[in-house]
């Protein structure tokens, strides 16, 4: 081929690539430190799971498996990508073992040919999807489906190469005296050229004096199309394989260079935005360090501008597909609500290319706000600028959208971040949730029921506090819905039974107990919350909690204390009620004797689930009991939908939309048929029971795992400690 | 035109209320205190005429309390007020509403700039008396307009057109000022104050007074005088009536005329 004509593409090509990653990186780097390069295993390990194995790809089938596809083909192609730029300048380079005449070079060329053809089927699935099916979870951008048809051009174009390339080695073979063609490396071993080797038949005798090609074993696509293409000149010939190979080249270029600036940047940050993930618990929250020094030092609470996020969430922003798999299973988008988490990520990762050169240089700076009065654009507050506010207040925090993405971004820690800027920086949030907050601050919890009555729920019930019983074994958390809300007090009854039953040594903090702070953080009020984790955290080490074990009825609750306190000094081996009760059914130390002959199904709550990937628990302590049926809807377990009231949603209203978060799932619930629907989340339980009223369903019982569980678990007599 | 609230500190409405056993006050061990609910809509319209209102050059808020008072201050500073004066009485509780006003109002004649509007809350939610803001109007010899639920000012800043509810219809009223203001709930949403404002708020000024310095024994003689508090009765107990309708008639109409002996 043409060696300058080469080289120049390939410095271009290069050159230009090498300015646009410049940039991005640059642009990356105007982010907040971040240390993700712990646990180097553990993060391999990832890599393997999600990039490699792909893992939530999967989760939409037909797509995952042409995503995979393409995916290993990129790989071996790779290869054959730097041969054929090799090959611009001697037409034979075939990285020395490659040459189709080596056993090494038969299983690439073997290997190469087949996924040449299963991307090109691949590439088309998503043609299909992009022009044909025009999914609407997906952006269908010019720019996204350039890119697929270049891969399908390229797919072509290399086979059409082959193929033209096979052809005419086979005329020049067929004519006496003519050399065989220059692919061959080394010198000409006649034997090579037998016709068994090659499968080039030639036909001495033949008229035309050009041979028949048949089908190679290791050459599969491009024999089939030299067959197909034999007939032309070798004029033709000639032409075919140079466009085939010019368009190869070229296009890898030019999709090298689109990759930047297109949904396809994820092809280069995929595999790094993997290896950063985050990998402490999955929505856990980092706090805000040294609140009252950041105060005094007027730094912003929460993120108020693009570059106050971390390098890490930039790197979140270049890698989204606009695959649209979060906002496919979002509860707020579905029900109509101005949130959808693929164009909040969109929509800041916009802005942030949009001002690229001016953060980098606003960088270089210092970084500062250096003017009085309005900030520069690039700095412009993003709630209302970037960000609608009701997109950040109609979350439920439920990690549906991180559950799918298939390159692990995450969504609700910025959600909270932004949340945490507009309430402690601009005490701009739904009214109803400043009640909640005055309520937590005057009362310890969001409704505001008096605290010395936060052990009235158990009244009768001969509880002791730990108090008076500081040696218990296991403390019962209560929380603020077990211990207020009369619904909800009947499962903290009826766990505190079945506990008592089964003999547990327990005892819970009563009124020293205060909410874990959950709402306040999730609304993001940061401040509020560290008060409620400092004194909770001091109250349960002072009861040696951390020797303990800790059991609650709340998965919000839950994932606080296990999580979330660790980083106030609270370490905690907590285990939720259903888990709990699981493992004293389990151990014989529960008996479900009594037939519940219901259908029931269950509702996985959001902060029990995909929080804490507990599914299983709840599931065998309902299957315990004798008569009972379980039905799974559609939506379940990992895809279970959100009741609607996490991430703060409970204490204020739902932000407009078509339909109720607790409706749509009531629904699918009742899609199923059931007698009873069973959950194990205080909130869920409200927002279910809210969701069966609005459809006249009152009739339905709606219960909490213990409830049907003492239902079925024979009267016996209360445990010695607490007699 | 300067803005002043008058604010009290008062315990939380959510917070339960015990009664001393000897019956000389409540039992404030443990009490949270917040700023009257009712005086939070009186900063919250202050700092709202401020930030509308180019003419408005101060919001001062005003508390009589204890030290602890200093704390709802802070809240009211941080809600936007511009600076503070707290009279300090240690025994403002066992005080009547008279004296709380004759000494507030002993505090704003020795403010040397004086204010064109005052505003209070309708009451505060402690001893719904609703006293001091009529009585400080009377001290100060200013026209006064109670549980106002709309204001609006003229565009000359010396005037105002108020509504407020009254049984079955809306008042309006036409003011000059100076005039002193009570609001109503449901006219204005207080802010919850942003933390960089709480920071802000422990740097404004505070003039701290003393209600002996301002009041002499006279102060003290006028209006009522506490004798003791009680707890309520406690409410007789529900009974429910269960079984068949026609039981349940019957037993309503028995109750009804044996136990409660209403027909």
Redesign the interface.
Known sequence: MNPIVMAVLLILGWGLFAYSAWRRWKLMMVGVAEDRFDRVGARLGAVWTYAIKQLRMRRYPLAGYAHMIIFFGFLVLLLRSLMLWGRGFDESFSFWIFGTEQILGRIYSLLKDVFAVLVFLGALVFVYYRMIARLPRMTLSTEGLIIIWIIVVMMVADVLYDGAFIARDAHASAIPGVALAPVMTGPVDPDAFDTKETGYVVEPDSPLKRSRISFTWYEPAGSVVAMMVQGLSDGALNCVRHVGFWTHVALVLIFLNLLPYSKHFHVITAIPNVYTQNLKPPGRLPPIED??GR??R?ET?GIKRIDQFSWKSILDFYTCTECGRCSDHCPATSTGKKLSPKHFTLDLRDFLYKHDKALVAAKALGGGDSCEGDPPEHYKDLVDGVIDPEVLWACTSCRACEQECPVLISYVDKIVDMRRYL?????E?P?EL?TA???L???FNPW???A??RAKWAEGLNVQTLADHPDAEVILWVGCAPAYDDRAKKVTRATAQLMQKAGVDFAILGTEEQCTGDVARRAGNE?LFQMFAQQNVETLNRYGADTKKIVTTCPHCYNMLQHEYGDFGGHYHVIHHTTFLADLLAKGRLEPTKRVDKKVTFHDSCYLGRYNDIYEAPREALESIPGLTLVEPAESRDRGMCCGAGGAQMFKEEEPGDQRVNAARTQQLLNTNPDAIASACPFCMRMLTDGLADKGREDLPQLDVAEILLESVEAGQPTEAHT | MRILTVIKQVP?????IKVLPDGSGIDTNGL?Y?LDPFDEFGVELGVQLREKRKDVTEVVALILGPDKAAEALRVALAMGADSGIHINDPTLESKNELFAAYVIAEAIKKDEKGFDLILCGKYTIDLDAGAVGPALAEFLDLPHVGALQDLEMSEDGKSFVAKRRIEGAEEVVECDLPALLTLEKGYV?P???????L?KAKKKPVKLLTSADLAGEEALKAGTSFESVAPPPPRPECKLIEGEPEEMAKELVRVLREEAKVV
């Open positions: 609140i009252e105060l005094e007027e609470l309430v402690q920086e601009r005490g949030f009214n400043q907050f005055r309520c601050e005057a009362s505001g029921f008096p010395e009555e401040y | 939380d409405s959510n917070a339960t949270k917040v949403v802010r919850y104050p942003s933390l960089p404002n920071m």
